[in-house]
């Protein structure tokens, strides 16, 4: 009957050591990623500085400026022509 009672202690060494452990870390982990996710989908996906970092903000088309398109230009021209 000794033999049995080394493998039932070793079977509990073994969970005690190795898979609660194991669990408490999965745990940990799923919990870190499920808080991510939430994170992500209610508030983090509105935010421009996550947008522009993850690559879902799309540029924006460039205008180019007219060449009249100001009081400072004019004056400048009408300098220019004196």
């Given amino acids: 009957?000794?033999?049995?009672?080394?493998?039932t202690a070793a079977s509990e060494l073994a969970v005690l050591l190795v898979f609660r452990p194991v669990l408490a870390v999965a745990f940990v982990l799923s919990f870190i990623l499920l808080s991510w996710y939430v994170a992500w989908r209610t508030v983090l996906v509105h935010v421009p500085l996550v947008q522009e970092i993850a690559g879902l903000r799309r540029k924006k088309?460039?205008?180019p400026k007219p060449l009249n398109r100001g009081r400072i230009a004019r004056f400048y021209e009408s300098q220019a022509q004196r």
């Fill in 61 to 63: 088309p460039v205008k």
């Fill in 1 to 7: 009957m000794a033999g049995g009672s080394s493998l």
